[in-house]
């Protein structure tokens, strides 16, 4: 169990993830507070689970909990550098679920409310699935603790 956690943690050292998770978290953890708190212009969980209720994402409510809460607690966990992996893993899939259930039909263009912001969130955090968190995280500080 320790060797798969370690190997879940160890990621090379290089800069590179750092470059993505920072903006990247910052990005999520705004939309995220969004749909749970109402802030930056969000609508909060009330008004996002019914605006999800009525594009078919019931509960609409839960589905504002859930996509809020993997885009706040995700954005912070990836600024962190902690379960980077698993965390860019959840994050992915939020990304596909909105482009499929919001984006696809209005076309690639952010300007038509396309898919082409969601696309871009989704290879930033596949990438980060992929590569790990790279160096300053707290996923390389648990890692050398447990070697």
């Known amino acids: 169990m320790k060797v798969l956690i370690t190997k879940l943690l160890t990621s090379a050292p290089s800069f590179a993830p750092l470059a993505l998770r920072i903006p990247i978290g910052i990005i999520l953890m705004a939309h995220g507070s969004q749909k749970l708190f109402g802030w930056f212009g969000g609508y909060g969980l009330e008004g996002t689970g019914q605006w999800m209720a009525s594009i ?51 076309g690639l263009f952010l300007s038509n409310n396309g898919y082409e912001f969601g696309l871009a969130l989704l290879a930033a955090t596949v990438s980060l699935a992929v590569s790990g968190a790279g160096k300053l995280s707290a996923d390389n500080l648990l890692a050398a603790r447990l070697k």
């Open 56 to 106: 078919g994402l019931t509960p609409g409510y839960l589905m504002a909990l859930m996509a809020g809460s993997s885009e706040f607690f995700g954005g912070l966990l990836i600024i962190i550098g902690l379960l980077t992996r698993p965390t860019a893993l959840v994050l992915s899939f939020t990304m596909v679920v909105a482009i499929f259930s919001v984006h696809i039909g209005n």
